[in-house]
C-alpha cells in the first residue's frame, strides 16, 4: 500500500467518527490556508498479534523508519515514533502501546478476553491500522471498569486500530503563525480543548508547542445492548521550532504527549 493511498484511507475513516475535525479543516481553508499534516497516531495492546513489534513492520513496508522511542509511566503506555526519510512531507507517526500487565488484575481480564479474539495472523499489511475493533464490542459494565483505571484502555477497547488524531502543522500555515492564534480561533468557533496543564503543551524551549482539541463524542454500542456516548478522536495541532543546528526539532516530548493523551478521556 503507497503512503498517500495509506493516509486517504486514514483520514476518511477518522472524519467519520470526528466530524470537528473535517470542520476545523474548512475553517482554515475559509481563512486561505492549506492544512497539511505534522503527524498520525495510532494505540495498541502490548503483548498481543496488534502489539507495536508486530505493527512497525507494516509502517516500514511503506518507507518509515524508527527514530524515537518514549515510556509514560504513570499510564503504562510505551511508544515510538516513525518518519519517512524521503518524503518529508509525509505525516509522521506516533505508536504507542499498553503494558497490560501493569494494570489492576481486572482490567487485565476485560483486555485478555478481547486480545484473545483477535487472529494470530491480521497485521498482513499497513491497512491492519484502519481495522477498528478486532474483536466484540466490550459490555457498558467492562468499559466503566476500564475507564476508572485507564482511560486508554477504555478508548482503545471501543475504537481499535485507527487513526487516533491528525495534526495540524502550525509551521505550513500562512497567516496563524502561533498556537495562541490557532487557539484563539477554535475557542471563537466553540470548541473544547484539551487544556490538561494549560491549553498549550510545551513552549519553544523544548522545540515543540502542541494543543488539542477534546475528542468527538460518538454514540456507541455496547455488548451487552446499552449504548450510550463516548469520546471518539481529536484534532491536534503543532507548532515546531528550530533547535541548534537551525533544523526543526521532529520528535515529540515526553511531557507534552503525557498531557495530549488526556483529549479522548470521558470525564
Ligand atoms: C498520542 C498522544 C501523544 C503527541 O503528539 O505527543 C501525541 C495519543 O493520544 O494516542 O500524539
Ligand atoms: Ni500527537
Redesign the pocket.
Known amino acids: 500500500m503507497h503512503a498517500s493511498e495509506f493516509f486517504d484511507a486514514l483520514w476518511q475513516q477518522y472524519i467519520q467518527v470526528t466530524p470537528q475535525a473535517k470542520r476545523i479543516q474548512n475553517l482554515f481553508k475559509s481563512h486561505g490556508e492549506e492544512v497539511l499534516n505534522d503527524?498520525v497516531?495510532?494505540?495498541t495492546f502490548a503483548n498481543s498479534p496488534i502489539c507495536l513489534a508486530n505493527l512497525e513492520p507494516q509502517l516500514m513496508a511503506m518507507g518509515y523508519q524508527a527514530y524515537g522511542a518514549f515510556r509514560f509511566e504513570n499510564k503504562h503506555l510505551v511508544?515510538r515514533c516513525y518518519k519517512h526519510p524521503e518524503h518529508e512531507a509525509l505525516p509522521k507517526i506516533?505508536l504507542?502501546e499498553l503494558l497490560v500487565d501493569e494494570l489492576p488484575e481486572d482490567c487485565q481480564n476485560i483486555i485478555q478476553t478481547l486480545i484473545e479474539q483477535i487472529p494470530e495472523d491480521c497485521v498482513q499489511s499497513p491497512a491492519i491500522f484502519c481495522s477498528g475493533i478486532l474483536w466484540r464490542p466490550i459490555s457498558s459494565a467492562d468499559y466503566q471498569t476500564l475507564t476508572q483505571h485507564s482511560e486508554?484502555a477504555a478508548w482503545l477497547a471501543t475504537m481499535g486500530l485507527q487513526a487516533?488524531?491528525f495534526?495540524v502543522s502550525i509551521n505550513l500555515l500562512d497567516t496563524f503563525t502561533s498556537i495562541e492564534q490557532v487557539n484563539q480561533l477554535l475557542l471563537d468557533e466553540g470548541y473544547r480543548l484539551n487544556d490538561v496543564g494549560g491549553l498549550v503543551?510545551g513552549s519553544p524551549a523544548v522545540y515543540l508547542e502542541?494543543s488539542s482539541t477534546m475528542a468527538d463524542k460518538i454514540e456507541y454500542q455496547f455488548g451487552d445492548g446499552k449504548s450510550s456516548t463516548i469520546p471518539s478522536c481529536?484534532y491536534?495541532f503543532?507548532r515546531r521550532h528550530p533547535t541548534a543546528d537551525g533544523t526543526l526539532f521532529d520528535s515529540?516530548?515526553e511531557g507534552?504527549?503525557d498531557k495530549?493523551?488526556d483529549?479522548?478521556n470521558s470525564n
Do not use: G, L
Open positions: 503527524h497516531a495510532f494505540r511508544a506516533f504507542s486508554y487516533n488524531h495534526t503543551k502542541q481529536f491536534e503543532a515529540f516530548i507534552n504527549a495530549i493523551f483529549s479522548t
